[in-house]
Nanobody, 116 residues
Framework: QVQLVESGGGLVQAGGSLRLSCAVSDQHFEINTMAWYYRAPGNQRDWVARITPDERTRYKDSVEGRFTISRDNAKNTVSLQMNNLKPEDAGVYYC??????????WGQGTQVTVSS
């Protein structure tokens, strides 16, 4: 069973930065595309960024140029550097495999709050 532990969230002013981390216990980690998802209050969960095993990345348009996803296959971790945060970035952030149709369980997520 895959376990995901997200951390690094918090309260930050608009324009500030946060770095999220995700520890993944999965023997297949290095062959999976990984992604960060988020759920804004009242909304459905949506993807933010994803990274292939060979570190090709894709971003949701709204975060392109501000967020950077990375992974460490030796440590089974995925990170999300979030810069120039905006109030609309606030929500609970989760990491998991990509595509979402393959997901059966979620971690607890990490809360990001952005004050204007």
């Amino acid at each position: 069973q895959v376990q995901l532990v997200e951390s690094g969230g918090g309260l930050v002013q608009a324009g500030g930065s946060l770095r999220l981390s995700c520890a993944v216990s999965d023997q297949h980690f290095e062959i999976n595309t990984m992604a960060w998802y988020y759920r804004a209050p009242g909304n459905q969960r949506d993807w933010v960024a994803r990274i292939t095993p060979d570190e090709r990345t894709r971003y949701k348009d709204s975060v392109e140029g501000r967020f950077t996803i990375s992974r460490d296959n030796a440590k089974n971790t995925v990170s999300l550097q979030m810069n120039n945060l905006k109030p609309e970035d606030a929500g609970v952030y989760y990491c998991n495999i990509w595509p979402p149709t393959r997901i059966s369980d979620w971690g607890q997520g990490t809360q990001v709050t952005v004050s204007s």
